[in-house]
């Protein structure tokens, strides 16, 4: 097995080769119970208390496939533009991992419900670069361990692990691409996007919660490389469990690097799965990579096929919502954002967070400005994406709405808001509890604006000579006298009342 640490620069590497991608994104189904059995699927709750007896496969135990998660399994391939099977059946999948009870994993092989389809993905420059679904299969999730005693919660280092089955048997719906070639440079870009498409598609389908950071999405990310020119693949690596877009990005950018050091170092890339390292943004080898005859499918004697018909696939179609990328143009038209303002908040992940905000009763301009502004400011501060910043919807309209009544400016909504995301309250309630309201009271803007006066006279002069924007020069003054939280509008109507103009 190769230990080569050493890295090729990602431009240096894509001169000699090409990169190679397959994506398995596996969803999550937010059914009110697990895929083969009655227990509540939910998340959060006491370890290792929704298991049943089918869950942890103990003996005598017959499951009884979910069919509402079929159903959304159906939706998730038409949105897709998939074919749907007429008849397919499950398999078993047989390999021993502490957190799956049964020795095997309920999954499809050669028979998926859903199968050749495709998706168009939108790249940042509003290119459109088209993915091949190679299948989407039905199957049952693994239950979760927690790594314990290491530095970094993961199983190196670890002194012993926990087993929660709780997730044992949830449904899922796995996403297979097929060989994904000549995105080029674009590579790590495409892979973000892709991802990012599948996890806005199984929301908007309402079949998801789609929250990455749970695990309802998660990615393996296929990388080799093969020689510019060359017609055979390269040996894949797979990246395991990646859960936030940015990793996946990352992940690909660096195996990319990564496989372009083995190769020109003489080496052969080992068939592998890899761990992604979120800290370092690098990638360890983990096991030997499994082919299907390793898993010994064989179908699952205790299911019937499942058998669809014309007339169920045409009542599930007709659910269908509006597809993304329509509702994106629909909204890019009732929004009136330019092309370029629209791409950027596609671009940032923010098209459901700005419509929320317009939906809580703000304006587009003003939900724009807020989480395209502000709110994408902090969240590259603090190297998070937007949506986990803790920022809501109802948040920024209260925040607006306290503006408009001028209760406080722009400059202190900022204030606010560090202290409503400190945990200090609603956006009132920071301004009451801190006092932090603008100051409008005539009385005390005068006396600011009097020292002010007398300290700058020649401003007063140019003011008086007619120079009117020179009265941004006393507006600082009375600004710091008042701790920022003068009307700045009011300081310009008292200044021009006292100099008779």
């Known amino acids: 097995m190769s230990t080569t640490e050493e890295l090729v620069d990602f431009d240096v590497a894509l001169e ?47 499951p009884v496939v979910n069919k509402t998660a079929v159903e959304y399994s159906i939706l998730i391939g038409l949105a897709l533009n998939c074919k749907i099977a007429e008849s397919c059946r499950f398999a078993r999948k047989n390999y021993f991992y502490p957190d799956t009870p049964k020795n095997f994993q309920t999954s499809q092989y050669d028979e998926p419900i859903a199968y050749d389809g495709y998706i168009d993905i939108e790249l940042e420059d509003g290119e459109v670069f088209r993915v091949e ?96 020119g060359a017609d055979k693949f390269g040996t894949r690596s797979e990246t395991k469990n990646v859960n936030s877009l940015r990793a996946v990005e990352h992940a690909v950018h660096f195996e990319i690097e990564r496989h372009a050091a083995v190769l020109e170092s003489g080496q052969k890339v080992v068939q592998e799965t890899r761990h992604w390292h979120e800290d370092t943004r690098t990638t360890t080898s983990g096991r030997p990579k499994s082919d299907a005859d390793d898993y010994r ?42 092309d370029a303002e629209f791409r950027d908040v596609v671009n940032a992940g923010m098209t459901d967070l700005i419509s929320d905000t317009i939906a809580a009763g703000a304006t587009p301009a003003v939900a724009r400005k807020w989480w395209m502004g502000v709110v994408s400011g902090l969240a590259k501060t603090q190297d998070v994406d937007a949506a986990d910043l803790g920022v809501t919807p109802a948040t920024i309209v209260e925040l607006q709405g306290l503006i408009d009544s001028k209760k406080i400016n722009d400059k202190i909504a900022r204030q606010v808001l560090d202290f409503v995301l400190a945990g200090e309250g609603t956006p009132a309630a920071v301004v009451e509890k801190r006092n932090l309201a603008v100051v409008n009271d005539d009385s005390a803007l005068g006396a600011a604006i009097d020292e002010a006066m007398a300290q700058m006279p020649d401003v007063v002069a140019k ?18 006298a008042t701790r920022g939280q003068a009307d700045a509008a009011r300081v310009r109507e008292i200044v021009l009342e006292k100099l008779g103009m």
């Not at 994104?25 to 119970?33: G, I, P, W």
């Open 16 to 62: 000699k080769y090409d990169p190679v991608l397959g994506f398995e994104v596996h969803v999550e189904l937010n059914t009110k119970t697990k895929m083969f059995s009655d227990a509540p699927n939910a998340f959060g709750d006491v370890p290792n208390t929704n298991v049943t007896p089918v869950d942890l496969g103990l003996p005598g135990v017959l």
């Open 133 to 228: 679904i190679e299948r989407a299969h039905m199957e049952e999730d693994a239950g979760k361990l927690t790594h314990m005693g290491g530095s970094t919660g993961r199983i190196q280092g670890a002194e012993f692990s926990l087993v929660d089955y709780n997730r044992a048997g949830v449904p899922l719906v796995e996403i297979v691409t097929k060989p994904i070639v000549g995105a080029g440079k674009r590579a790590p870009e495409l892979a973000r996007a892709y991802v990012g498409a599948i996890r806005e598609i199984v929301k908007n389908l309402n079949v998801s919660d789609a929250k990455m950071e749970r695990g309802n999405v998660r990615c393996d990310a296929n990388v080799s490389l093969m020689l510019k």
């Open 297 to 338: 499918y064989f179908p699952e004697p205790d299911l019937v096929p499942v058998v669809t018909t014309p007339e169920w696939i045409e009542e599930l179609r007709a659910r269908l919502p509006e597809p993304p990328a329509e509702r994106r143009k629909r909204l890019k038209a009732e929004w009136g954002y330019s």
């Open 463 to 480: 003011i008086q000579s007619g120079k009117v924007q020179a009265i941004g020069a006393l507006i600082g003054p009375v600004m710091k």
